[in-house]
């Protein structure tokens, strides 16, 4: 486990938290499965809203992008509103400065959203491999495999179709061929005859439960893709390599120190 990326985590709670809450509403408007919600716990997850992987360079780019745009707005707004007054008065208490409290409990949520406004390093590296990575053979048949199930599945769901409905045109044929001596026996014996059959006509093969488990990487970005994206792609890896080691952290507490030691 990397301890200094926990610690960081730790100080900056309110973003570490903030930063699981919108990667977890990102997962359910692309679709992804989220398999834990809990977001602050004492592991490398810490922060993060455990996901099914995205499948498509177009979701992983998303899912590197929508979670953060909030914390980068939220953090520059409450950095900018509190750091020019605290840097103009410093710490001379209440008398001098009467926001002095409010200041600096803007300052530490500002500075703790933007230090958690980068991706996970797991989703980053897949991220950048579903941008400028090559599928293994492995992953090529798993793909494969997926594609013909899918087919396969659908096409066995069409045929079920198919068959159900020639039965359901022959009902009214038959009931209009009876004597009128024996229409109460017919009507009878067709209202037993129905049920049995409409409950085999809705039970149809299950295409989900015939597949089998999705591909990791079954497809990959385009030429143009890979040279449009690429400033983001970098900045987004760049970025989460930074805050796995906790250096965005470790710069802001720095920098505040300086800033008062030498005033």
């Known amino acids: 486990m990397n301890t200094i990326y926990l610690i960081t985590k730790i100080l900056t709670y309110p973003g570490a938290f903030l930063k699981g809450f919108w990667e977890h509403l990102t997962c359910r408007i692309l679709k992804l499965q989220v398999t834990e919600r809990g977001y602050l716990r004492p592991t490398e997850l810490c922060g993060h809203a455990v996901h ?18 909030p914390q980068r707005i939220l953090g520059w707004i409450f950095v900018g509103a509190s750091a020019p007054p605290l840097l103009l008065f410093g710490l001379r208490g209440q008398a001098e400065n009467p926001m002095l409290i409010l200041q600096a409990v803007a300052l530490f949520l500002g500075i703790s959203l933007l230090c958690n406004a980068f991706p996970q390093w797991e989703d980053a590296r897949r991220h950048w491999r579903l941008f400028y990575g090559k599928p293994t053979p492995e992953e090529e048949q798993a793909a494969q495999a997926y594609s013909e199930a899918l087919l396969a599945a659908f096409d066995a769901a069409e045929e079920a179709e198919t068959e159900a409905e020639p039965e359901a045109e022959i009902e009214p044929e038959a009931e209009a061929e009876p004597e009128p001596e024996a229409e109460a026996e017919t009507e009878i014996e067709a209202e037993t005859e129905i049920e049995p059959e409409a409950e085999i006509a809705l039970e149809e093969p299950s295409v989900e439960a015939a597949l089998p488990e999705m591909p990791a990487l079954p497809s990959f970005a385009s030429t143009a893709g890979k040279i449009i994206f690429a400033p983001c792609n970098a900045y987004f890896l760049a970025g989460a390599w930074l805050e796995r080691y906790g250096i965005p952290t470790i710069a802001a507490i720095l920098a505040i120190a300086a800033v008062f030691i030498l005033r």
Request: aromatic share 12%.
């Open 52 to 69: 099914a992987p995205a499948l498509t360079p177009g979701k992983a780019y998303l899912l590197s992008l929508l979670p953060y745009l």
